[in-house]
Structures are given as C-alpha cells and as structure tokens.
C-alpha cells in the first residue's frame, strides 16, 4: 500500500494518523482509564486531547482501530485501541517513492552486512538474532513501496552492564530523553538505527512488537545462532 504524504486524513497529516496506527500496532495505546488511553493518542499525534479523542473515534468509525474495553477481576479495567486488518495495511504502508526490485536487493545485501557487523560489536548491548523479508518484495513486481524487513533482536547475556553503559555513553555524547521509558529504550533503538543506516526505502519492523507478523507470510534470510550466522546474499 503505497500513501501520499502530502495528504491529509481526517483533518490530520497522514503520516501523524499513521503513526497513531502504529503504536496500536505496537500495543501501546492502552491506559486505566479512556483518558490516560487518548493522552498516549495525543502524544504520537503531538496534538490536543480534544484532538487525539475525535482522531480515535474516527479511526473506529472508519474501521482502522477497535475500541476494547477488558475487566480483569473486580476493579482492573484496562481500555484499549487495537488495530484492524484494514489498519494494519495502513499502518505499514510506505509514504516514499517507489524503488525497483533491483535497489531492493542490493538494500537488502547490505541491510545483512550490517548486521554481520553489529553482531560482532561486543560494546552493544543487543545482537540481531533473525531477519525476514515481506512485504511486496515476495511478489514479482519489478516497482515495490519499500523493502519491508522484520527484525528480531536479543540480549546479549551480560546485557544489565552493557545497557548501562550504552546509556551513559548516549548521555555523554549529548543524547537527550524525554522520559524514563526513552531511556531504558535506547539500547535496542540504537541497534535498529544501525540497521537502517538512514537508507530511503528501507522500512524496518520489530518482530516482536509488531502484530503483522501473526499475519503476514515472510521469508527468512538472516540468522544468527551460538556463534554461527546464515545470511544469503540475493542477486
């Protein structure tokens, strides 16, 4: 699915709703009450509550999110905004020019390098354990959005020390975070924006976090196990 990024949804840039998408993607629109669930809206929308609540009532409107409401025992109660089949395609749909299979495949090669080198730096406090490949890259059309990886990260065993350590080497560098949560997050991020190298049409996705991957096919072309990398290089 391929989205201008120019346009608009909702009164809103597409590329903030999208976002919003995202994190419910990501299962981090939830709160104790509805609005500790719209101030998590607002903040991915960087606009009013007011704003963040009409924004996710349309989204349910319109099918791309499902409000849920869960009771766990007597007084738990946890709200929610989960993404849609309709939502998710949204959610990873490419916002850039169209890239030929060709710039695909070499962005993949290198995308496997880097993680061969990642994966030898002892400093990081992650290495890349898997890859996969899906998306539009698996059909045959010769024009494609992005190239759409999956990534699985995992901890390295002295991971406590190294986390530390990335942490205050960010901050020292001059690195800020807004919150707590941004802070304990670094480490992995860090990892991710190695991996992307800010190559345009490269859209990378948490395998962990990210609920297409219940769903959709991929195909597996990197991994990394006690020691020993498998990593195909594409012609």
Same mark, same amino acid.
């Given at each position: 699915?391929?989205?201008?990024?120019?346009?608009?949804?909702?009164?809103?840039?597409?590329?903030?709703?999208?976002?919003?998408?995202?994190? +419910?993607?990501?299962?981090?629109?939830?709160? *104790? /009450?509805?609005? !500790?669930?719209? #101030?998590?809206? $607002?903040?991915?929308?960087?606009?009013?509550?007011? /704003?963040?609540? #009409?924004?996710?009532?349309?989204?349910?409107?319109?099918? &791309?999110?499902?409000?849920?409401?869960?009771?766990?025992?007597?007084? @738990?109660?946890?709200?929610?905004?989960? =993404?849609?089949?309709?939502?998710?395609?949204?959610?990873?749909?490419?916002?850039?020019?169209?890239? *030929?299979?060709?710039? $695909?495949?070499?962005?993949?090669?290198?995308?496997? =390098?880097?993680?061969?080198?990642?994966?030898?730096?002892?400093?990081?406090? &992650? &290495?890349? !354990? *898997?890859?996969?490949?899906?998306?539009?890259?698996? /059909? @045959?059309?010769? +024009?494609?959005? @992005?190239?759409?990886?999956?990534?699985?990260?995992?901890?390295?065993?002295?991971?406590?020390?190294?986390?530390?350590?990335?942490? #205050?080497? $960010?901050?020292?560098?001059?690195?800020?975070?807004?919150?707590? /949560?941004?802070?304990?997050?670094?480490?992995?991020?860090?990892?991710?924006?190695?991996?992307?190298?800010?190559?345009?049409?490269? *859209?990378?996705? @948490?395998?962990?976090?990210?609920?297409?991957?219940?769903?959709?096919?991929?195909?597996?072309?990197?991994? &990394?196990?006690?020691?020993?990398?498998?990593?195909?290089?594409?012609?």
């Amino acid at each position: 699915m391929q989205i201008n990024p120019k346009e608009t949804l909702f009164g809103h840039p597409i590329l903030k709703v999208r976002e919003v998408v995202r994190q +419910a993607m990501r299962c981090r629109l939830w709160g *104790s /009450s509805e609005k !500790e669930l719209h #101030e998590k809206v $607002a903040k991915a929308l960087k606009q009013s509550l007011v /704003s963040a609540q #009409e924004l996710a009532k349309q989204l349910v409107d319109d099918g &791309y999110l499902l409000f849920e409401k869960k009771i766990f025992g007597e007084d @738990d109660v946890q709200f929610e905004l989960n =993404e849609t089949e309709k939502g998710r395609r949204f959610g990873v749909a490419n916002a850039g020019k169209p890239i *030929s299979r060709q710039k $695909a495949t070499q962005l993949l090669n290198e995308l496997i =390098e880097r993680a061969k080198a990642i994966n030898h730096r002892k400093e990081l406090a &992650y &290495y890349v !354990e *898997s890859i996969r490949v899906f998306g539009s890259y698996l /059909s @045959d059309k010769e +024009a494609l959005g @992005d190239l759409d990886i999956g990534v699985k990260l995992a901890r390295k065993n002295n991971f406590t020390e190294l986390e530390d350590n990335r942490i #205050e080497l $960010a901050r020292q560098s001059g690195r800020q975070f807004s919150n707590y /949560s941004e802070v304990l997050d670094w480490p992995h991020r860090e990892v991710m924006m190695l991996l992307k190298a800010r190559k345009r049409g490269l *859209s990378l996705h @948490d395998i962990d976090e990210d609920k297409v991957f219940k769903v959709a096919e991929t195909n597996l072309v990197f991994q &990394y196990r006690k020691g020993k990398t498998t990593g195909k290089t594409f012609l």
